[in-house]
């Protein structure tokens, strides 16, 4: 992939990732700490947890195409608690790095192979759209537990 298709390609999942973003920004802006930390059975995951841990998949995602060393504890993300300008933070922060990743992406950080984490090498773009659609489950299921939440659990 030459270089004016990678920026083609790194603009529209710019775009997707922004999009994505200011949803998550939209289901959290007004929550009170409780109702971000609710979880609607024991197993289940609450909207806290589920914004840390697609960030931090997302920030893990973006360094592993961009061949640039990363360190995750995603065991921790899972027991996450915050509130709702901590989660906003977090979102603003992931955005602005996720943002010079992508302005950076070159065609071989797109179509060479790319390890992440201890699972197999894949091309980084589809590493992009993997995650993309992974941030994207994510998303519904925090509208499902803010609707669950609001209906009295």
Not at 128 to 149: D, F, M, S, V, W
């Amino acid at each position: 992939m030459d270089d004016s298709g990678a920026r083609t390609v790194a603009g529209i999942v710019g775009k997707l990732f922004g999009s994505l973003h200011d949803q998550l920004r939209v289901q959290v802006r007004g929550m009170d700490h409780d109702a971000l930390n609710w979880k609607p059975h024991p197993e289940a995951n609450s909207i806290a947890v589920l914004i840390v841990h697609t960030l931090g998949s997302e920030t893990e995602m973006i360094r592993s195409v961009r061949a640039v060393a990363t360190a995750r504890d995603r065991a921790s993300e899972f027991k996450a608690e915050a509130g709702a300008a901590d989660l906003l933070a977090m979102l603003d922060q992931a955005e602005a790095e996720l943002t010079e990743h992508i302005g950076a992406l070159t065609g071989a950080d797109l179509t060479e192979l790319r390890p992440r984490g201890d699972r197999p090498p894949r091309p980084g773009l589809e590493w992009l759209l993997q995650n993309y659609g992974h941030a994207r489950e994510h998303l519904a299921q925090i509208e499902l537990t803010k609707q669950l939440y609001g209906a009295g659990g």
